[in-house]
Structures are given as structure tokens and as C-alpha cells.
């Protein structure tokens, strides 16, 4: 089956910098990859998501980028805020006759005031 | 988001007891899905249901149950035979059992062993 992995698994940022998040998956049958924040006891939230037919996909301050040739994707915050702090999860899809999601292990993100 | 629901937000489990957690969804979603989340990591699928009468395994299946009689609703047995049944438990729904759709989750049951 599919395997996701995710790097780094906590990640500390000043405030205002950029922080990147990446994962790697194996199965080239994955095509859709979405991106999860998750604050301590809540609920997974959707950040992002991309689609295996397009590269790179933006908004405001957050940005998924997804290299299909090297099976990795990653997620960029700019101008971080302390808000921004949670765990993040990536996962991927793969479609056969079911959405299976396959999830990495969260990177624990700190972003310091 | 709100519109998947899970009861109770906190449930204490006895040894050798079952304890059912509750989802429900009023998205009209056809897929629902069972989580289990452990500190420190990801999620790992517990059973899945792409239509009503019908669901399906996932990678820890093992002492665990779930019916679906109603598309709404997706309930999740921990039955005695889960020997580390402490966790935090969450229920998600995708609009459609196919294609890249958008995965929704609940708010989540934590779970402990007394």
C-alpha cells in the first residue's frame, strides 16, 4: 500500500519567516494530496489540497507545491504568525474504486512571537 | 466541519467492556470513515463505508466494529478484544466514495482505559 512520509517532525520559526513542510509518498497511483492542521485536541482542519494534474497551487500565505516525477510535496508558509501554530498532517489519496487516505506523521510547527 | 458530529467528546472504558462512539454527518456524504490518532502521530484508518449496509477494513481493524444502517450515521464499537483501546478517535466523510474528494472530519472522542 501507500507510505507517507513526513519531515520534519517539529519545526520552530520566528515569526514573520517562511516555514516548509515536506512529504514523500510511494504509490505513483496517488493523486490527491491534501494538507491538515491540527491544534491539540481538535479537529483536523483542511489548509490546502493539491491535485496530481496541476504543480503548485497558492493561497494568500500558504502554497503546496507537488513534484509527481520525484513522488514528494510539500507545504510553504510565508510570513508566519504565532497562529499558525499546530500540528500539521500531509496525506495522500489514491483513487482506484475508493478515497483511501494515507496520512504522515504531522510536524509539530512552532512559530515564537 | 459542523456538520459531522461525534458523541461522547470524552468516554472511560472498563476492562472487558464495549463501548460504542457515536458519528454522525448531515453533509449527504456517501463515504465515512473511522480514525484512531496516538500522541506524537498520524492517523490510522480503522474501517471505512462507501455506501450504506456496506464497509470495509482498514489497517487496524483488529477489536473493533462499525455498522452502517443509515447513511448518516456511522457508529464505532471498541469491543474487549482492543487491548490498547486508548486513543483519540476520529470520524470523517467524503462526498463521494471516489475521486479526489475532500475529506471532513468530526471533533473527535477521546477515549482512556481505566
Not at chain 1, 68 to 96: G, M, N, W, Y
Request: charged share 20%; aromatic share 12%.
Amino acid at each position: 500500500g501507500e507510505n507517507v512520509e513526513q519531515h520534519p517532525s517539529t519545526l520552530s520559526v520566528q515569526e514573520g519567516d517562511s516555514a516548509v513542510i515536506k512529504c514523500t509518498y510511494s504509490d505513483s497511483a496517488s493523486n490527491y494530496f491534501p494538507w491538515y492542521k491540527q491544534e491539540l485536541g481538535k479537529r483536523p482542519q483542511l489548509i490546502i489540497d493539491i491535485r496530481s494534474n496541476v504543480g503548485e497551487k497558492k493561497d494568500q500565505r500558504i502554497a503546496v507545491t507537488l513534484n509527481k516525477t520525484a513522488k514528494h510535496f510539500s507545504l510553504h508558509i510565508t510570513e508566519t504568525q504565532p497562529e499558525d501554530s499546530a500540528v500539521c498532517f500531509c496525506a495522500a489519496s489514491i483513487r482506484h474504486n475508493f478515497n483511501k487516505f494515507y496520512f504522515g506523521s504531522g510536524t509539530k510547527l512552532n512559530v515564537k512571537p | 466541519d459542523g456538520g459531522i458530529t461525534q458523541s461522547p467528546k470524552y468516554l472511560f472504558r472498563k476492562e472487558g467492556q464495549n463501548v460504542t462512539l457515536s458519528c454522525e454527518q448531515n453533509l449527504n456524504h456517501d463515504a465515512m470513515y473511522w480514525y484512531r490518532q496516538d500522541p506524537g502521530q498520524g492517523l490510522r484508518l480503522i474501517y471505512y463505508s462507501q455506501i450504506v449496509n456496506d464497509f470495509q477494513k482498514g489497517d487496524i481493524a483488529e477489536g473493533y466494529s462499525v455498522s452502517r444502517e443509515k447513511k448518516e450515521s456511522f457508529p464505532l464499537t471498541v469491543t474487549s478484544a482492543q487491548k490498547n483501546p486508548t486513543a483519540f478517535y476520529l470520524c470523517a466523510s467524503t462526498l463521494g466514495s471516489g475521486g479526489a474528494d475532500t475529506q471532513y472530519f468530526g471533533p473527535g472522542t477521546r477515549l482512556t482505559v481505566l
